[in-house]
């Protein structure tokens, strides 16, 4: 996975630290610079906060997730070091970046070859989660609607979802036989409107 250090900056790429939470500004920053850049993202299902709940999301106490993207490495940066004329000094202190890998003093190359296969694993910009590898709804599947007009009303699957979360579009939905004061009402939902039982 990671070279052996040496000097020859042109080969490879190099792992810098932003400070704090400034991913952007050091990315923003180093592109300025001209410095190649490579900042992998992740597809991946996070709990949706409480405070972006509707009420009845929260009276329900069932756990919300939604598809997000967010950094594979936070706070990590690859980025290649020896085609710019700019002094390191100078662009680590503007890009807010606070230091380099590094083995013993020298800082450690990782090789083009594994940049390469992360890219080789990305879809539509960002490589998938480990965390859910499918998302499933059954023909059948008995849910509760979470979120708009019918939430806290049970359905049931009419038209399900079988898919690779990193193949998740934002136009996806499931068809559910919402149950409406006694009569079966058929809606399309998104998949992050229901929860299964």
Known sequence: MLATPDRNWNEGYYVVRSIGKSDQHALDWLR?????????????????PKKLLSLSQRRSGIEIKKPQIAPLFPRYIFARLGDTRY???????TASIG???CEGDMPIKVRSELIERIRARENNGAVAGCETVRTMFQVG???TVTDGPFASFPGIVERGLDRP??????QD????AVN??????PVELEIWQVSKH
């Open 32 to 48: 300025r610079f001209r410095v190649e850049t490579y900042y992998p993202m992740v597809l991946e299902m996070k709990k949706v």
């Open 87 to 93: 002094s390191w000094r100078e662009i680590m202190t």
């Open 99 to 101: 230091g380099m890998v």
């Open 141 to 143: 599947d008995g849910v």
């Open 165 to 170: 979360i990193e193949d998740l579009d934002p």
């Open 173 to 176: 939905r499931i068809k559910v």
């Open 180 to 185: 409406i004061f006694g009569r079966a009402t």
